[in-house]
């Protein structure tokens, strides 16, 4: 039974190479197995070779079915987060609006912004604003760290012509 576990955990490639190769010798004519000195081998072991390639070329069907299901539903959520990104972006309130035009504004896209208030906490939630490295030296007085406005940001604006003329500079 383990070894049938192990069999299972075969990459898709070997999986592949198996379920061809025990088709072949279970569907081949005989003329073309005897040429191969494999006759008696598919004779004695014919049900562990039909066994091999029942399995492995159902486990190759579920991981096809598998890599198409997760494809385009990739495609689906990734649609969804896009909507999601743009609506939020239409919806922002004034305050957020400035602060966009502000990224916008530096060559970089990079500002010192307090870590400690709402609107900033709230961009950073919504990944359209993150901090620039890992480790800050910070005044706990005026707490302040660098952000950088996240790309998709300046790509939403310039493919929608509303959120160009929301945050037009």
């Known amino acids: 039974m383990k070894d049938f576990i192990e069999f299972l955990k075969l990459p898709p490639n070997i999986l592949g190479a198996l379920a061809i190769a025990s088709g072949f010798l279970l569907f ?30 159902a486990i190759l069907v579920v991981l096809l079915m598998s890599k198409v ?15 999601g990104q743009i609506k939020y972006l239409k919806n922002m309130n004034q305050e957020k ?49 660098k952000y950088f406005l996240q790309p998709w940001v300046g790509e939403k604006i310039e493919t929608d012509e509303e959120l160009k003329n929301k945050f037009a500079i």
């Open 97 to 145: 609006v400035m602060i966009i035009k502000a990224f916008l504004r530096e060559s970089t896209h990079t500002l010192e912004l307090p870590m400690n208030n709402g609107l900033i906490i709230e961009l950073q939630h919504y990944f359209v604003i993150t901090p620039a490295g890992q480790n800050h030296m910070v005044d706990m007085v005026n707490p302040h760290i």
């Open 28 to 57: 081949l004519p005989n003329r073309i197995i005897k040429k191969l000195y494999m006759l008696e081998f598919r004779n004695r072991y014919g049900f562990v070779i039909g066994v091999v390639f029942v399995v492995s070329l």
């Open 69 to 83: 299901y997760h494809h385009f539903h990739d495609k689906k959520v990734a649609k969804k987060v896009s909507e």
